[in-house]
């Protein structure tokens, strides 16, 4: 995702005051480790010089960064799967163990079902969908299909959940 200068500079200022507070409170105590004596205000002064060099720093490369497309941004609908995904996580509480608890393919499954929804809806009359496609894995009352694009967003998330859960057992010697 592509971030705006505004919010650059509002990131790069949030870690530098963060980075303000820590680079005083070091110089406030190694300064005099050290054998250097140097009053609270020269301490501060030199503590907000650095401060500055260190915003610029970071809006800086930030924006070379952005002009290097060094990060790729992500589109639209990949920033809603991922949405979609944290709010399965925090939101309905659907944790890692909770997703490691489904038998292989049933999230995938889960979310064919999803997927194949737009398809559907163009060939059916109005009240198409109430019913799960067979192949739901769960209870009819989990089935809750809304728009096409909403539907494809929740079809992403489960598919993302079950590849994450491959790749947690996989490591662990899965398949």
Known sequence: ???????????????????????????????????????FRQNLTFALIMTAVSIARSFALRRVFEALHIRRPLSPFMQ???????????????????DDGHPVGELAAAGS?????PTWRRRADD????EP??????????WKPQSNRRDLV?????????GEKFDRNRKGGGR
Do not use: D
């Not at 079902?113 to 929804?117: K, L, T, V």
């Not at 009240?127 to 109430?130: D, I, K, V």
């Not at 496609?133 to 769960?138: F, I, L, N, V, Y």
């Open 154 to 162: 929740r079809a992403g998330a489960l598919i993302i959940a079950e």
């Open 127 to 130: 009240n198409f969908g109430a």
């Open 80 to 98: 809603a799967v991922i949405a979609e995904r944290f709010r399965q996580v925090e939101g309905e509480g659907w944790s890692t163990e909770h």
């Open 133 to 142: 496609p067979m192949t739901w894995p769960w209870a009819s009352n989990w």
């Open 113 to 117: 079902c999803y997927a194949i929804m």
């Open 1 to 39: 995702m592509k971030q705006s200068k505004v919010m650059s500079l509002v990131e790069s200022v949030i870690n530098i005051v963060v980075g303000f507070g820590i680079s005083l409170a070091a110089q406030i105590y190694f300064l005099p480790l050290l054998g250097v004596a140097i009053s």
